[in-house]
């Protein structure tokens, strides 16, 4: 199994200890280091809701130095700006003398821990380490990250079931993650899809879009024509997240 290293970070900075040892490369020597194939959340937005969250990250690191422990990590403006809760990294995985591959595991709670809401967005990724004796190097990967906070939908349709021709009303709501207050609130405003699939279909179709008010309560008629089922459907933006409400199935007579 591998060695486990774990930091924890006070809210909002950058104040950080780890609580491990990472394995030394072997045939490490003096000199410097280099961080090469990270990824983080296989190039995917990391999206936060109210429950703790993993985010799979790996990198390649080189060096011919002995080293405590190495990771990779988010930051803004400067390497001083952290943003992570916590950190589990494998031990080196040798690809040769000097150079190791890692599976690190990124974990962001903010039922636990601190967040604004003003994090949720663009972030650069950054990979250190810290060398045996003292002195450490930090490298930008050249990548950016978005940190985006959960976003959900309801939906109701009715009347059900409804004659063919009829009226049919689909209402729902879409809120976000509110990290502060630590509860789903009204996200208003928001463009939404109204989605149909009819029953026997394997996907649905956008019928049409429309915006919800400043509550974030969604409205909708549609005339009835075929028994299936009625969704609503948000592509999310730079700070928030996708979603789909459930579907809520209406016989057509």
Same mark, same amino acid.
């Given at each position: ?12 900075? $950058? &104040?950080? #200890? ?10 490490? *020597?003096?000199?410097? +280091?280099?961080?090469? @194939? ?87 990724? $950054? &990979?250190? #380490? ?10 930008? *990967?050249?990548?950016? +990250?978005?940190?985006? @906070? ?104």
């Amino acid at each position: 199994m591998g060695k486990n290293v774990w930091r924890a970070v006070v809210a909002g900075g $950058a &104040a950080a #200890v780890f609580t491990g040892l990472a394995a030394v490369p072997a045939g490490a *020597a003096e000199g410097g +280091a280099s961080f090469t @194939r990270v990824k983080v959340n296989g190039g995917k937005p990391i999206v936060i809701g109210l429950s703790e969250v993993a985010v799979p990250t790996s990198f390649r690191m080189a060096t011919t130095r002995k080293w405590k422990w190495s990771a990779v990590f988010l930051y803004r403006g400067t390497t001083s700006d952290q943003l992570w809760h916590a950190i589990e990294t494998s031990d080196c995985h040798e690809v040769s003398s000097g150079v190791c591959d890692f599976n690190e595991t990124m974990y962001f709670d903010p039922t636990e821990w601190d967040m604004r809401n003003s994090e949720a967005g663009a972030w650069k990724v $950054a &990979a250190e #380490v810290s060398f045996k004796g003292g002195g450490g190097d930090t490298d930008n *990967a050249g990548l950016t +990250a978005y940190v985006k @906070r959960n976003s959900r939908l309801s939906v109701n349709a009715a009347p059900e079931p409804v004659a063919k021709g009829k009226t049919l009303t689909v209402t729902g709501k879409v809120t976000r993650a509110d990290w502060e207050t630590k509860k789903y609130t009204s996200y208003g405003s928001r463009l939404v899809s109204l989605q149909f699939k009819p029953s026997g279909a394997t996907s649905y179709t956008t019928v049409k879009k429309v915006h919800a008010n400043g509550s974030g309560a969604l409205k909708a008629t549609v005339k009835a024509s075929k028994t299936g089922a009625w969704r609503w459907a948000y592509y999310g933006n730079t700070t928030t997240g996708p979603s789909t409400s459930a579907a809520d199935n209406v016989v057509v007579r």
